[in-house]
């Protein structure tokens, strides 16, 4: 057992009993590196990452291998989910060095932290112009011993170019529709028109981009934006990248069509597409949405839910074959048309094959298929297809199931938070409504401090040590301020107030108005890491924007506003010409030029009036619901009911439309496009 026993990251703790001697990253494995006068062997890796576990397997489990880490370095082992900024900073350096990334992230460093050698996945032996991680091994220690001078060389100019590195922030403009509109186009010139989505293989869900596409159709009424987002969400959930038979979203498909998945499935992933899903059905009322939302809010639920009430952060990618005993990738979920039959019998098996495009071939690996619904001319009878599902589900779990993250991080719950309170609240799903509630209790219970500081992590309802970044402040609070909106208990948007203070406070440069990952406070890196792109969840830097917006329509605070508009100045720089990766900034600033609207309910709290408000699509609007004379949230006060009917008012630019009582008028009002 080394020295990650008892931490708290489950990526961790599965090389806790490797030969190799790992540290966790702390101030005392760098002073051990200084002691020895060896170099330091980062590597970054999370739980669900197919090649960290293979590159575990083949080098970090091998004895010899292990060894020869041992004597000549000290060796450093990262969750990149638990600190992202650590991830970021030597991520940065290896894509400016070899022109990629990924993971596992392998950096050899100077006991001072700085970077000389990098790389991602070592084989075990020489292979595809690759050397082996045992010649890699070798070539450092051999640099660091007879050419001390140049590997100290090379590690000061390429620390000292990171740290010169300077974000073009674009400017405290804020993004107007010009380049909305600009942005817009951008997509349309990306778009995939036969598969839906952007781009070629590997091809990710862009949950951000499809909510500006949403946004912006309800602002301006741009037909182009709304079909691109709905057909994109039904080329998804139509493919191998959603699971047919249990719901939710893998993390990627490896080719165009979204047929096959890299298979580890997200909380963030799913939390983004279940909201994303919700509001295209709030657009379009589409049932294939409804359906496709609910279904992966359930998964979550389901599978996801952690005893103490949170969310755990991934299902691994592989799981155990019982024909081989072997750990591989996709064997919960693929099928063999032998396979369909051997669970539903000869005439069900066909017919499932045909309607989930199994076939002899295959679609994956060994002629097996990954689930799908590819368009077909044939009319299934959908009680029948309701009963094969259920059948294949309930053999499906007999199978070996595909290992757990357990951790719960603050920013994916956050989002979570979000996705389940408004999921539950359009479709009367008051259970979904509950574990939102649940959630957000247990960040506030056990993640948040005295002062309202957020732990980055937890596992098994202890608080991780590191400390939570700007996405953690940012994505908490837009959770509760969801769970403000459908539940009416102001002390959700309270909590959200004291998350954007510390933004404002330690994470907002105040001469720019740029944002940065880690507070003002933390822990110093050779770079203090700052992105205003979207990776696989919203950056830190927009969803600080839009939580501020939110919060600033909400109560009135022209703090919080002035420093969401001086954060969105960076979506005017980018937004034209990078849209694919900065879709949650240009979501935000749809809401600004919308205003956002600001809707009081006066009234039952989930009555009709309510539900026609939180249903509306006006982009980012905020809704505020309770009784005539709650002084729980700030739109409420100093607004009576008229006669004795529930009261929607609804206030957009300083300027407020007449009170309504018919929920059909409320529905005109905040549907209508803005321009």
Request: net charge negative.
């Amino acid at each position: 057992m080394n020295r990650l026993a008892g931490v708290t990251s489950p990526y961790l703790l599965q090389h806790a009993d490797n030969p190799v001697d790992w540290w966790p990253w702390t101030p005392e494995a760098f002073e051990e590196a200084r002691r020895r006068d060896v170099p330091v062997l980062l590597s970054v890796g999370y739980s669900a990452c197919h090649w960290c576990h293979v590159m575990a397997h083949e080098s970090f489990e091998d004895d010899a291998t292990a060894a020869l880490v041992n004597e000549n370095f000290v060796a450093v082992k990262v969750d990149r989910e638990e600190r992202p900024d650590v991830d970021a900073v030597y991520m940065e350096a290896v894509q400016a060095a070899t022109g990629h990334g990924g993971w596992p992230m392998t950096v050899f460093l100077t006991p001072d932290a700085e970077p000389f050698y990098f790389g991602t996945y070592f084989p075990p032996e020489p292979r595809h112009g690759s050397p082996s991680f045992g010649q890699v091994l070798q070539g450092v220690r051999d640099a660091w011993s007879e050419r001390r001078g140049e590997v100290a060389e090379v590690a000061g100019k390429i620390s000292a170019d990171l740290a010169a590195r300077e974000l073009t922030h674009g400017g405290t403009e804020v993004p107007g529709a010009e380049e909305l509109g600009q942005a817009l186009l951008g997509l349309v010139r990306e778009y995939d028109a036969t598969y839906g989505g952007f781009g070629g293989a590997p091809k990710f869900p862009p949950s951000m981009v499809i909510e500006f596409l949403l946004r912006h159709h309800a602002r301006t009424g741009a037909e182009g934006a709304l079909q691109m987002a709905a057909d994109t969400c039904e080329r998804m959930a139509r493919g191998g990248i959603y699971d047919q038979l249990g719901g939710g979203f893998a993390r990627y498909s490896v080719d165009r069509e979204f047929t096959v998945p890299h298979f580890e499935k997200m909380l963030y992933d799913n939390a983004l597409l279940c909201r994303a899903y919700a509001h295209l059905w709030r657009s379009t009322g589409s049932e294939s949405a409804r359906r496709t939302a609910l279904e992966t809010a359930d998964f979550m639920v389901r599978e996801l839910r952690t005893n103490e009430g949170g969310f755990a952060s991934a299902l691994d990618a592989d799981s155990e074959d019982p024909a081989s005993g072997e750990h591989v990738e996709g064997a919960y979920y693929v099928w063999t048309p032998a396979q369909l039959t051997e669970v539903l019998g000869e005439e069900d098996g066909r017919l499932a094959a045909r309607y989930f495009g199994v076939t002899d071939e295959g679609t994956f690996e060994e002629g097996a298929s990954v689930l799908r619904l590819p368009q077909s001319d044939e009319v299934f009878d959908a009680e029948r297809i309701a009963d094969i599902r259920r059948r294949l589900l309930a053999a499906r779990a007999e199978r070996p199931a595909p290992g757990r993250d357990d951790k719960i991080v603050a920013a994916w719950n956050g989002l979570a938070i979000a996705a389940l309170a408004e999921t539950g609240a359009y479709f009367g799903r008051q259970d979904l409504v509950d574990a939102a509630v649940a959630a957000g209790d247990l960040l506030v219970r056990l993640h948040m401090d005295p002062q309202a500081r957020l732990s980055r992590t937890s596992k098994d309802g202890r608080a991780g040590r590191n400390a939570g970044v700007l996405e953690d402040y940012a994505d908490v609070a837009e959770g509760f301020l969801a769970l403000a909106a459908v539940t009416g208990e102001g002390v959700w948007l309270e909590f959200a107030g004291f998350l954007l203070d510390h933004v404002l406070d330690r994470f907002v440069d105040a001469g720019s108005g740029a944002l940065f990952d880690t507070a003002v406070d933390a822990e110093r890196l050779i770079r203090r890491p700052q992105d205003p792109t979207d990776n696989a969840a919203p950056s830190g830097w927009t969803a600080a924007a839009g939580a501020l917006l939110s919060y600033a329509a909400q109560t009135g605070s022209e703090p919080h506003r002035t420093a969401a508009e001086r954060a969105l100045g960076v979506v005017k720089a980018l937004g034209p010409r990078v849209p694919r990766f900065i879709g949650n900034g240009l979501a935000v600033a749809e809401a600004l030029l919308d205003g956002p609207r600001e809707i009081a309910v006066v009234g039952e709290v989930g009555g009709r009036l309510h539900h026609t408000a939180l249903t509306g699509t006006a982009p980012g609007a905020v809704v505020a619901a309770g009784p005539e004379g709650g002084g729980e949230l700030p739109l409420l006060a100093d607004r009576p009911r008229l006669g004795d009917r529930d009261t929607a008012y609804v206030c957009r630019h300083f300027a407020c439309d007449t009170p309504v009582t018919d929920p059909d008028r409320l529905r005109q009002i905040v549907g209508e496009a803005a321009s």
